[in-house]
């Protein structure tokens, strides 16, 4: 039909740069999800759902938060998860695409600007660019290139607040934000802080409330915390003072406009915090894992370890990754390929993530079997 012939087009130029993407089923041992506990297929977490049932919890919530949808769970795991974190509130939100362009499209205002780390994830990069405020992208994990591009905004003729967004813990490369240094600027600056905590948070910081546990409660610092990775479930929860929350619920079109999440869901994430608190022997074995794989990455390969449970490791052409990663399949090794424009041009690679789901010596049989692939697939 010629009215998709523009389609077909497109497809087949990304196929000829070996970035054509396709759905491909779970299969073989993970070495490629967020679970990073292991909670996902937890019976406690089976059982919190089983016995919500019983209690009459519905699966779906019927309506917005504002209209019917506004059930006594999805408050529960808000006053729950604002204690936990302790922030003074939390608003849940379906993902932690939807909570960060909520968050980027309301509380900017038109004449602040968004100082936003050149990776951030694409669901900022979706809420900055329907945000009536100026964005700038500043160098990865460089605070004096933060500092210095609020300074020539100011200079330039800045009247509103600057924001500084950033992630806790990149989920492409591993790698960590000076978070300290990023808050001090935020204070110097009059500026407000947003922290994704994607995948810190349950793994990092006390009792698992992530890499930004110290900033949290301070009036000029949001935090999101995503359900959907080692908290097991789905959805995220959006860590900000009161006011900011309260703003979100009356101006936030994604949040006033989409039927409420699953109170069964709520249910769960509910359930997945009291397991950080009540079995810290999880993030123990966790912590061990990963210093045990980053190591291992660094003997068998040759690689700089990230030092989290995120291993990038770098291929460079489309083609080749992609041919890595199939062969790691066709072993049983869970083993994706990522290739721009998740992240920049020449920078494909395969991203290994380190998860409860397997042990150590799965983990330097997987390492062997990749370097022998990526020497069977030589550049």
Not at 320 to 335: F, H, S, T, W
Request: with cysteine; glycine share 8%.
């Amino acid at each position: 039909m010629i009215a998709l012939a523009r389609y077909r087009k497109t497809l087949a130029g990304l196929e000829g740069k070996g970035r054509r993407r396709a759905l491909v089923a779970q299969a073989g041992i993970d070495f490629t999800s967020n679970d990073y506990l292991a909670l996902a297929s937890a019976p406690r977490l089976k059982a919190a759902i089983a016995a919500a049932i019983e209690r009459g919890v519905p699966v779906g919530a019927g309506g917005s938060r504002l209209l019917r949808g506004n059930h006594p769970e999805h408050e529960a795991l808000e006053a729950e998860a604002a204690a936990y974190f302790g922030a003074e509130r939390v608003l849940f939100f379906s993902s932690g695409y939807a909570a960060n362009v909520a968050l980027f499209s309301t509380l900017p205002q038109r004449d602040d600007v968004i100082i936003h780390d050149a990776l951030i994830h694409a669901s900022a990069h979706e809420g900055i660019s329907a945000s009536k405020a100026t964005a700038v992208s500043v160098a990865h994990n460089d605070p004096s290139a933060f500092e210095a591009a609020i300074v020539r905004w100011r200079r330039e003729g800045g009247r509103g607040q600057p924001w500084i967004a950033v992630e806790s813990l990149y989920s492409m490369d591993g790698d960590r934000a000076p978070l300290d240094e990023l808050a001090a600027i935020a204070d110097r600056h009059e500026g407000l802080l947003v922290i994704d905590e994607a995948h810190a948070t349950g793994v990092f910081g006390p009792g698992g409330r992530g890499l930004a546990a110290g900033l949290e409660r301070r009036g000029n610092v949001i935090v999101l915390h995503t359900c959907g990775k080692a908290l097991g479930v789905s959805g995220a929860l959006l860590a900000a003072p009161a006011v900011a929350c309260d703003y979100l619920v009356n101006r936030a079109r994604g949040f006033i406009y989409s039927t409420a999440p699953s109170p069964l869901v709520a249910a769960a994430v509910r359930e997945a915090l009291t397991m950080l608190a009540d079995e810290p022997e999880r993030r123990a074995d966790f912590d061990a894992l990963r210093s045990f794989a980053n190591s291992a990455l660094t003997e068998r390969l040759g690689v700089k370890a990230s030092g989290t449970q995120i291993l990038p490791v770098m291929i460079g052409d489309n083609g080749r990754a992609v041919r890595i990663a199939e062969r790691m399949r066709a072993e049983g090794l869970d083993i994706r390929a990522i290739r721009p424009p998740t992240v920049p041009e020449g920078t494909a690679r395969l991203r290994i993530a380190i998860t409860l789901n397997v042990d150590r010596e799965t983990i330097l049989r997987m390492l062997d079997r990749l370097a022998s692939a990526m020497a069977e697939e030589a550049p």
